[in-house]
């Protein structure tokens, strides 16, 4: 049994032995990033389990920018290319093998939204469906995607358009399982993304009280504010952050970088002087979060935030402590 690179990473960060490793792999992708024993985890009479996100559905400028920025700096692999329901053509860009980004050319108005929507893999779309449901959140049916997994839609309570995928063997993604894992990638996993939020109370409907996402960090620019709550995968690393203190009507630029997705970086200098060596025009150098962490930020040619981070806090995080879990 052979573990790919991204298994292996993921089971270091959890610190889960190889052994486990192993069997994880051969339960399959639902238990891929299950988190060790002990942890908040969705109720086990749920019939389902939240392992991580799966997708990001982005708009961006054309297709040459968008082969620029995802495929030649960040050095992903393009999976394939297919047509939205609204005939646009839709590029699958491949992180790993659970994980992608989907990226749609032809943004060209401020008026018009550049983060689409935001994928969580789960191992029973049907019974998460007939949850939310029960729930109040008015989930559409369960149906085939247009890559061939099994999946809906759903608004969150501030109208963001949230995606939960069970991921299908036979689907288009399942037969490039193994395939398209580029060496060149600047990193090899989505660990979080992050959107507007003006009601920190109203998103917890969802995502606490109906989805069970634990509490993970929160921190501010300033001390005793809070910008920033993180939220994570009931049953997995990757977490959600809350953008708060934005104001209703933010501006074009203040959009970009509060809607924005996170890749995890385990050598952040090397990583900055790979960009640069790939034509990147950096408007900043490597530095360490209020979290603690390395971090970089570049963007798509539409101004969306694509932040580079590293896995740990290399010095003490402010305004909370920094809860177990994450990459």
Known sequence: MKLNIFTLKVCRALRFPVALA????????????????????????????ITGIANLHLRDRSEHDTQFIFGHLLGLDRAFTLRGRNGQPVAYYKVNDYQFLEVSPGWSSE???????????????????????????????????????????????????????QYLAGSRTGKLRGKLLSARRIGDVLIHTGYQVQSKAEEDRFYKDALHFPEMWYGGMHAGVVDWFDRRTPNGPDWLEYMLRAPVHASLRQRGVLNHFSIGVLHMQAAY???????????????????????????????TRIELMGPHPVQKPCCSPMKPGGW
């Open 111 to 165: 008026s018009e939204p550049r983060y689409l929507s935001l994928g969580f893999r789960t191992t029973n779309a049907r019974a998460l469906q007939a949850h939310l449901a029960g729930a109040g959140f008015h989930p559409g049916p369960v149906h085939r995607l247009l890559d061939g997994n099994l999946g809906f839609m759903v608004r969150d309570p501030e109208g963001h358009h949230i995606q939960f995928v």
């Open 22 to 49: 192993i069997s994880i792999v051969l339960a399959g992708p639902g238990l891929l990033l299950a988190r060790g024993a002990g942890a908040t985890q969705t109720p086990p009479s749920a019939g389902y389990q």
């Open 273 to 303: 002087h790979t960009l640069v060596a790939r034509g990147w025009k950096p408007t900043q150098k490597p530095q360490i979060g209020r979290d603690g962490k390395w971090q970089l930020n570049l963007y798509t040619a539409a101004g």
